[in-house]
């Protein structure tokens, strides 16, 4: 039954309004310009008793209606009903931009107007309760999309596990919870535990509690599945999971943060001051959450252990920085072909020789392995640790070279050689003696005093390749202000110049030396990279290694040196503290005689 008035005379009740609309399947109010109702369907009725023919819209309907109708209808009310032709206009224009929304009740509606002449309305109520909570869940599920891919950017931005801990812990606590724990696995009884509270700072501490005093963390940090229900009461929580001033806990809860291979990266709290429990959907995204935080921290944790391993390894690979030692003065430097990598098959090392306190004088290695990249390294390694066991016997650099031959040729993966050269540096009165003993290697240079570049005379065969090796060894002496430089190929046939295409070749090198002439080896290494560098430009390159031998300049010099600052350098086999140090074992080093060359062939034996 429709509840209506008769319109009057004048127009201001309902003339020309009809009565399809009563029979409309939504709520419907005919109001008047003057605010008044003149009429309303039986849906509309139903909706709201309180609206009925004769009340004032404003003081029965919604504010939210009633000041759109005030709005609407405010032109007929102040300039009167106007032509035929400006009230139509009117009512069309009104009708294309008067569509209000607003509760009514727990319902929602939108309200349609449809103006007519004399000022009159029939307000159209459609209920869009169902679109709007579909669209407020879509808008949810959207912003909940959004915040994962944020805290899964933020997760992966940074591969420091306690870094990545700490972020796991904020965006819990901003997402999910007024106070998030995340508890990583620790030896021990002692568990490593953030803290972060909504809008605070992550808090790190370490708890020496049992993990079984907090129901479900034992199981989540075994990564076993927790038993529903996963809530957990809050008088059963011990008092450390709860921050300090936190309030009272309505509910806590305790996820798993899966890592790979079924081994948890750690167990997440979460904890909230209303009542227990997530609506399924956050408990969705609560889950994809921590899958997601898992899997980061398993990531962060693991780099951070490859990198530590790597770091051990190049530590080892890579050639020691030389510094002055009893007697001498060391400097080398090391490039590998490319930026990227950080070792490769050129090397060096200095041991001090039987004697243990450089008594006795100094092994300086200098070599070059087939190859490029960390497969030369990796042999580059073993040679460098073979040769360090031999050093008791570096007073016969034949028999040396011939050892590490055979060690080499019965590697069960020989692919590569390797060129080398040795340089027995025994300090004497008023300078430096040295043997040198090339095998396959560009022979040392030697900067005199006055400028001139002499080379050595050894030479001999590379090592790896046949089953016998050759060689020749020089004896020479360096006075106080005289240097002799070992390098690798890289140095000489690094390819530059104006077409990119020329080799750096010896002659540059040695016009380079003469002008290094009575500086001290590392301005000489210094020098000779430099210019090998500039020449090859930033292209592709081979390695290149060099190291300056030479007198001491003055100042005092101790051996051994202090731990930690040995006098021969730090990083690799020869230079680590005590490396390449003598036993008692072995023979002595080759002494007397003048400087002159010895020859080393397979049917000789040792001299």
């Given amino acids: 039954m429709e509840h209506s008035v008769e319109p009057s005379a004048d127009g201001g009740g309902g003339a020309g309004l009809g009565t399809a609309w009563r029979s409309a399947p939504y709520p419907v109010l005919a109001v008047g310009a003057d605010g008044a109702v003149r009429s309303v369907s039986e849906a509309a009725a139903e909706l709201s008793p309180a609206v009925r023919p004769g009340a004032r819209l404003r003081d029965t309907a919604p504010d939210w209606l009633a000041a759109a109708h005030d709005r609407l209808t405010g032109g007929f009310r102040k300039g009167g009903s106007g032509t035929a032709g400006q009230r139509e206009s009117g009512?069309?224009?009104?009708?294309?931009?008067?569509?209000?929304?607003?509760?009514?009740?727990?319902?929602?509606?939108?309200?349609?107007?449809?103006?007519?002449?004399?000022?009159?309305?029939?307000?159209?109520?459609?209920?869009?309760?169902?679109?709007?909570?579909?669209?407020?869940?879509?808008?949810?599920?959207?912003?909940?999309?959004?915040?994962?891919?944020?805290?899964?950017?933020?997760?992966?931005?940074?591969?420091?596990?306690?870094?990545?801990?700490?972020?796991?812990?904020?965006?819990?606590?901003?997402?999910f919870a007024e106070a998030a724990l995340v508890v990583v696995p620790g030896p021990g009884r002692r568990l490593p535990v953030v803290f972060c509270e909504r809008g605070g700072r992550p808090v790190r501490r370490t708890t020496g509690v049992d993990?079984?005093?907090?129901?479900?963390?034992?199981?989540?940090?075994?990564?076993?599945?927790?038993?529903?229900?996963?809530?957990?009461?809050?008088?059963?929580?011990?008092?450390?999971?709860?921050?300090?001033?936190?309030?009272?806990?309505?509910?806590?809860?305790?996820?798993?943060?899966?890592?790979?291979?079924?081994?948890?990266?750690?167990?997440?709290i979460l904890l909230r001051s209303g009542p227990a429990g997530f609506p399924e959907r956050e408990e969705f995204f609560a889950r994809l959450f921590a899958s997601r935080a898992g899997a980061a921290m398993s990531a962060a944790r693991l780099y951070t252990e490859q990198a530590a391993i790597t770091e051990t390894l190049m530590r080892e690979l890579r050639p020691p920085v030389l510094h002055r030692a009893a007697g001498a003065d060391f400097a080398g430097g090391y490039r590998a072909s490319s930026d990227t990598e950080q070792v490769g098959g050129d090397f060096y090392d200095v041991h001090p020789l039987p004697g243990g306190a450089g008594d006795e004088g100094f092994l300086v290695v200098l070599g070059d392995v087939c190859g490029k990249g960390l497969e030369a390294a990796v042999l580059a390694g073993?040679?460098?640790?073979?040769?360090?066991?031999?050093?008791?016997?570096?007073?016969?650099?034949?028999?040396?070279?011939?050892?590490?031959?055979?060690?080499?040729?019965?590697?069960?993966?020989?692919?590569?050689?390797?060129?080398?050269?040795?340089?027995?540096?025994?300090?004497?009165?008023?300078g430096l003696e040295l043997r040198v003993t090339s095998a396959g290697h560009p022979a040392p240079l030697i900067v005199r005093a006055g400028g001139r570049v002499e080379e050595t005379a050894t030479a001999g065969t590379l090592v790896g390749l046949l089953p016998e090796v050759e060689t020749v060894t020089v004896r020479t002496a360096l006075a106080p202000g005289e240097t002799c430089v070992l390098y690798t190929d890289g140095i000489t046939e690094a390819r530059g110049g104006p077409m990119g295409r020329e080799m750096f070749g010896e002659e540059r090198l040695r016009q380079a030396l003469s002008e290094c002439a009575g500086l001290p080896p590392e301005a000489v290494v210094e020098r000779v990279q430099m210019l090998a560098a500039e020449w090859a430009g930033p292209g592709p390159a081979d390695d290149r290694a060099v190291v300056a031998i030479a007198p001491p300049r003055?100042?005092?010099?101790?051996?051994?040196?202090?731990?930690?600052?040995?006098?021969?350098?730090?990083?690799?086999?020869?230079?680590?503290?005590g490396a390449g140090r003598s036993d008692g074992h072995g023979g002595s080093p080759h002494h007397g005689g003048p400087p002159g060359t010895t020859g080393h062939r397979p049917d000789r034996g040792t001299p």
């Fill in 91 to 175: 009512r069309r224009d009104r009708a294309a931009d008067g569509v209000v929304a607003g509760r009514i009740g727990e319902r929602h509606f939108m309200a349609h107007p449809t103006p007519y002449p004399g000022g009159t309305v029939l307000w159209w109520l459609v209920d869009d309760t169902g679109r709007r909570a579909a669209e407020d869940t879509l808008c949810e599920e959207r912003q909940r999309t959004e915040s994962l891919a944020d805290a899964g950017n933020l997760l992966l931005a940074s591969l420091n596990p306690a870094r990545c801990v700490e972020v796991t812990a904020r965006l819990a606590s901003e997402y």
């Fill in 211 to 268: 993990p079984a005093g907090m129901p479900g963390l034992t199981e989540a940090l075994r990564g076993a599945p927790l038993p529903p229900p996963r809530w957990v009461a809050p008088g059963d929580a011990p008092a450390w999971v709860v921050p300090e001033g936190f309030g009272p806990v309505g509910s806590i809860v305790v996820k798993t943060l899966p890592g790979p291979l079924e081994k948890p990266s750690g167990a997440l």
């Fill in 382 to 430: 073993k040679i460098r640790i073979t040769l360090e066991a031999l050093v008791p016997l570096a007073g016969d650099h034949h028999e040396v070279l011939s050892l590490l031959n055979g060690a080499l040729l019965n590697s069960p993966q020989h692919t590569r050689f390797a060129t080398l050269v040795l340089a027995s540096v025994l300090p004497r009165e008023g």
């Fill in 554 to 577: 003055g100042g005092p010099h101790s051996w051994p040196p202090p731990p930690g600052a040995d006098g021969l350098g730090t990083g690799g086999h020869g230079g680590r503290a």
